[in-house]
């Protein structure tokens, strides 16, 4: 099960300021080193966090697997098909929201998310969908053209007792139905040291994305270490 590691909020800090530090890219390098399979960015349409450079420069300095989140607009596929990341997350985006609230909404947006499909796969990228651990989401994303899909974690992140098995259960049937129709299936949102062994135990997970926890913990411990306990929590979750 690989981890994609996002720095977005490195360069919350650093435009909470308007200066250079710290950089996200730097942040990305010590992630690798502590075991980061992968580097996730979402280029936001207001540019609150990660800039149009720093994506340039994650492409040209980092050698895993480039993850770019973004949404589904023309000036995005524009951005997606010159910088060439390994792969596209799609999601939905609203300005005023303090990060990606839920999966996209497939019904209403579908026939945009298709022709984005359309455009960036047909130049060589996988696409992946994040979507809300709905079963019939997963068979949407499917018929879409996705090759795969990022099952929603939050609400199982942010719920308690009884409702978070409740939750995980929805997580497990939708990353089972993905997994019978051929989707590559990730999962992520909200995701951290508590929370992650769970999700990890589900089998046939690819990869899981995960922010703000791991640069949180960057904070206090340095963000190699952040990495380092993150995969060694999804290792035992994995071995469960
Ligand atoms: N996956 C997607 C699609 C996201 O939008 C985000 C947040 O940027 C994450 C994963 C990571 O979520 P968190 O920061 O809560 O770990």
Redesign the pocket.
């Known amino acids: 099960m690989i981890l994609g590691v ?1 720095v ?1 909020h490195v360069a919350t800090v650093r435009e909470a300021r308007g200066v250079t530090e710290p950089d996200p890219v730097i942040a990305a390098g010590l992630a690798i080193r502590g075991g980061a399979d992968g580097i996730t960015v ?1 280029l936001r349409e207001d540019r609150r966090h990660i800039q149009d450079r720093d994506l340039k420069s994650v492409r040209r300095n980092v050698s895993v697997e480039l993850n770019l ?1 973004m949404a589904a607009t023309g000036e995005m596929i524009k951005i997606a098909l010159k910088v060439k990341p390994d792969m596209v ?1 799609l ?1 939905p985006e609203k300005r005023v929201e303090l ?2 609230e839920g999966g996209l909404d497939l019904v209403k947006t579908g026939r945009k998310i298709k022709k984005a499909i359309d455009e960036i796969h047909g130049r060589g990228i996988p696409v992946s969908l ?1 979507i809300n651990p709905s079963v019939s989401d997963v068979e949407m994303s499917k018929e879409l053209g996705a090759q795969m899909v ?1 099952i929603h974690t939050g609400l199982y992140a942010n719920a308690k007792g009884k409702k978070q098995t409740e939750e995980l259960n929805r997580v497990k049937k939708a990353v089972k139905k993905g997994l019978e129709i051929g989707l590559g299936v990730n999962a ?4 951290n040291l508590t929370n992650v062994k769970r999700i990890a135990a589900i089998r046939g997970i690819r990869g899981l ?5 791991i640069v949180s913990n960057a904070i206090y411990m340095g963000m190699e270490k952040a990495v380092k306990e993150m995969k060694r929590l999804i290792r035992e979750g994995v071995r469960k």
């Open positions: 996002n977005d979402h989140e997350t999601v990060t990606t994040f990022e992520g949102h909200g995701l994305y995960i922010g703000h926890s």
